[in-house]
Nanobody, 126 residues
């Protein structure tokens, strides 16, 4: 059974930075994609960044390009979302998710992901 635990969310001022972590357990086997998604109140969940766990290919949404990046520590089964130059519109609940199809990193669509963490709140406000 796959379990995901996110951490690192906080209240930060505009222009600030945060580092979110997602630690997985039960994520054995091959062909896995890991994604970070976010949902703001009243809005649909959107893909922020996704990565193929086995080949390391990744993408970042245009809305956060040049500000956010995804990385992984395979030894610790942990995926990191580094967020810089945060804006108020980055506010939302950030979720980590996985799917048993590594190639789905390319599309980074929430409906393709099977296992989800509980989310961590990011609030960007002065």
């Amino acid at each position: 059974q796959v379990q995901l635990v996110e951490s690192g969310g906080a209240l930060v001022p505009p222009g600030g930075s945060l580092r979110l972590s997602c630690t997985a357990s039960g994520l054995t086997g091959e062909d896995v994609a890991v994604g970070w998604f976010r949902q703001a109140p009243g809005k649909e969940r959107e893909g922020v960044s996704c990565i193929d766990r086995d080949i390391g290919a990744s993408k970042v949404a245009d809305s956060v390009k040049d500000r956010f990046s995804i990385s992984e520590d395979r030894a610790k089964n942990t995926w990191i979302l580094e967020m810089t130059s945060l804006k108020p519109e980055d506010t939302g609940t950030y979720y980590c998710a996985t799917t048993w199809n590594g190639g789905l990193w390319y599309y980074c669509l929430s409906e393709d992901y099977d296992h989800w963490g509980q989310g961590t709140q990011v609030t960007v406000s002065s």
